[in-house]
C-alpha cells in the first residue's frame, strides 16, 4: 500500500501532489451549517454592543460571549477534528484584521452611544457587528480554501 | 522570506510528508482524523508521530473530552520551517515556482 511504505522513493512532482491532495483533505472537512455563522455573528455581536449596554448589562455580557465563543470552538473541533486560528494562514489572516478593525470602530460607536448618546447605539453597533461577522466568517474560509489550494509550502 | 531549500529525510517518507502538509495547514489536528485523512492504520500513524515527534517536528498533547482522551498533534516552530524548507527543495527538484 503507498500510504504505508517507509521509504524516500517519491520522486518531486509526486510529493508535491501529496501535499496537496493531503490539504485538499482538510479543505474538504472544512463543511459547516449557516448556523454556525449565525451563532458566530451573535456572538461577535454581543462583545461590540456590550460595550455600549447600560448598567449590569455591559459586564453580564461579555462573559456570556466569551462563553459562547469557547462553545462554538469546541464545537468546530469536535466536529471536523483541526482548529486554525483566524489569524494564522498567510492571506486570510487579513480578513480576520479587516474584520477586528470594524469590530473595534463599532466599539468606539457602541461607547460613544453610551457616554455622549443617543443610548441605543449600540443595537445599532450589535445588528452591524452581526452581519459583518456572519459574512467576514464566510469571505475567511473562501480565501483560507484558495490558500490551501495554491499554496504548498 | 523564502527558506532555504533542505531535503529531509525525516520529512520525506510519504505518510510523513502528507501528516507534515496537514499539520502546516491548521494549528492541530486530531490523531484520527490525519490518520483516517491520510488513509493508514493506527500502528503506522503512531509509528510516524513518534518519528516526527523525535526528531521534534510534532507535538503531541492528549486532551479529555465527553469522557473520551483525544490525542491532538501540531507542528513546532522546528517542524514548520522544516516543513517549508523540504517543499521548497521539492519544487527546485521539480522544476516549479
Known amino acids: 500500500m503507498t500510504h504505508e511504505r517507509d521509504t524516500h522513493d517519491l520522486n518531486p512532482q509526486d510529493a508535491l501532489a501529496s501535499i496537496q491532495a493531503a490539504r485538499s483533505r482538510v479543505v474538504q472537512s472544512a463543511d459547516y451549517p449557516v448556523g454556525y455563522d449565525i451563532a458566530y455573528g451573535g456572538v461577535c455581536a454581543l462583545l461590540v454592543a456590550g460595550q455600549g449596554m447600560p448598567g449590569p448589562w455591559s459586564f453580564i455580557v461579555l462573559p456570556i460571549a466569551l462563553g459562547g465563543l469557547a462553545l462554538m470552538i469546541t464545537w468546530w473541533r469536535k466536529r471536523v477534528g483541526w482548529w486554525v486560528n483566524g489569524y494564522s494562514p498567510r492571506r486570510a489572516r487579513w480578513v480576520a484584521f479587516g474584520l477586528a478593525a470594524v469590530f473595534l470602530a463599532l466599539i468606539g460607536l457602541s461607547l460613544y452611544g453610551k457616554y455622549v448618546g443617543p443610548w441605543w447605539l449600540f443595537i445599532v453597533s450589535g445588528a452591524i457587528g452581526w452581519i459583518a461577522a456572519a459574512f467576514a466568517g464566510r469571505l475567511w474560509m473562501r480565501v483560507w480554501r484558495k490558500e490551501m489550494s495554491e499554496e504548498i509550502g | 522570506m523564502n527558506p ?49 515527534e523525535e526528531a521534534g517536528y510534532v507535538a503531541v498533547s492528549k486532551l479529555a473530552a465527553a469522557g473520551r482522551q483525544r490525542t491532538w498533534l501540531s507542528l513546532t516552530a522546528a517542524g514548520r520551517a522544516a516543513f517549508k524548507a523540504h517543499v521548497a527543495e521539492l519544487t527546485r527538484l521539480a522544476g516549479v515556482g
Do not use: Y
Open chain 2, 4 to 52: 532555504t531549500p533542505i531535503f529531509d529525510p525525516v520529512i520525506h517518507a510519504p505518510g510523513r510528508l502528507q501528516i507534515c502538509a496537514i499539520l502546516s495547514s491548521v494549528d492541530d489536528a486530531e490523531f484520527a482524523m490525519v490518520r483516517d485523512a491520510i488513509a493508514v492504520s493506527d500502528s503506522v500513524m503512531s509509528k510516524h508521530v513518534k518519528q516526527l
